[in-house]
């Protein structure tokens, strides 16, 4: 995956997170989080700019994640980088946003791990994403509102805002029209501040994207106008790095970076429709972890016999 002999246990770190936390719960989409963990990882460690002790600073960069039903992929981030928690009035509480013991609630009543990411319910979350395509269109008016920011109140001789907006979404989310309508938006608007991150599986909970879903999605985008980008393999950190650059670098269009993963990489239902909205199985939990060269133990462990699930 990497030359750095740390990324590879992070990304699976990430990634047996997500399993444990379903696994557990007994609910949920595993098969996003394990295919999309190494661009999720990336994204986070190299590019986001952020301060999980200040996760209200204002010049934050944002992070959307459009396919919700994958959240476990952002409590796992949340808990691995230490984001904190904050109070309805923005107050640093000095606690973290999520522990391992709300992992461990995961999809539960109450949970501060909720089946999809719920803004002020969770700290370090920046819009609630429930519906697919939900979170692209919001994310295009988080960058409208960045640049009108930096209009406003940047001087020459001090910037005050210049964030990016970073949005993940997946096969479902370019179905929906509001994420083409949004797209023709933000071309439109010349948001060079926005970057989408398209997680194309091709796999949904129906069933593979072709009984639905044929079209070049990377055509579209050019032809409204945005700069578009593809990364052959999810697991190449480098790759998915370059195309980051690409957008950072880019100062007259939105970004589209199309990224070919697998769902449910390293599981036994790995590019099957069985991986996108059902745990794996005790067994099939440590099938996963061993492809991975990760300990056997964890979510087993976790599991309730009687799971509420809460979205």
Excluded at 91 to 120: I, N
Excluded at 296 to 304: I, P, S, V
């Amino acid at each position: 995956m990497s030359s750095n002999d740390l990324e590879t246990p992070s990304v699976n770190t990430i990634r047996t997170l997500c399993m444990d936390a379903i696994l557990a719960a007994n609910s949920g989409h595993p098969g996003t989080p394990m295919g999309i963990a190494p661009v999720a990882y990336t994204l986070w460690q190299r590019f986001l700019r952020f301060d999980p002790a200040d996760p209200i600073w204002p010049n934050r960069d944002r992070f959307v994640l459009s396919e919700g039903h994958a959240s476990a992929l952002l409590w796992s981030l949340l808990h691995l980088t230490g984001v904190q928690a904050v109070d309805p009035d923005y107050e640093v509480l000095g606690r973290p946003a999520v522990t391992l013991d709300d992992l461990r609630t995961f999809r539960q009543l109450g949970s501060r791990c909720p089946g999809h990411p719920e803004y002020r319910w969770t700290s370090g979350v920046e819009t609630t994403t429930g519906r697919l395509g939900q979170g692209v269109a919001t994310s295009v008016g988080t960058a409208i509102a960045g640049l009108w920011l930096a209009a406003r109140y940047n001087r020459d001789d001090f910037t005050v805002f210049d964030f990016d907006v970073y949005a993940m979404a997946g096969d479902g989310c370019m179905m929906e029209g509001i994420s083409s309508e949004a797209a023709s938006l933000a071309a439109h608007q010349r948001l060079s501040n926005l970057c989408w991150i398209y997680d194309s599986n091709r796999v949904t909970i129906e069933g593979h994207t072709d009984i639905a879903f044929t079209e070049d999605v990377a055509a579209w985008f050019i032809g409204y106008g945005w700069n578009v980008t593809t990364v052959a393999d999810a697991n190449d950190l480098d790759a998915v790095a370059r195309a980051l650059h690409t957008f950072k670098s880019e100062n007259e269009r939105p970004t589209l970076i199309v990224v070919h993963s697998h769902i449910g990489y390293g599981s036994p239902v790995e590019d099957t429709p069985k991986a996108h909205g059902a745990p794996f199985g005790v067994e099939g939990v440590k099938s996963a972890k061993r492809f991975l060269g990760m300990p056997e133990l964890g979510g087993a462990t976790w599991r309730r016999t009687s799971p509420c699930s809460s979205g």
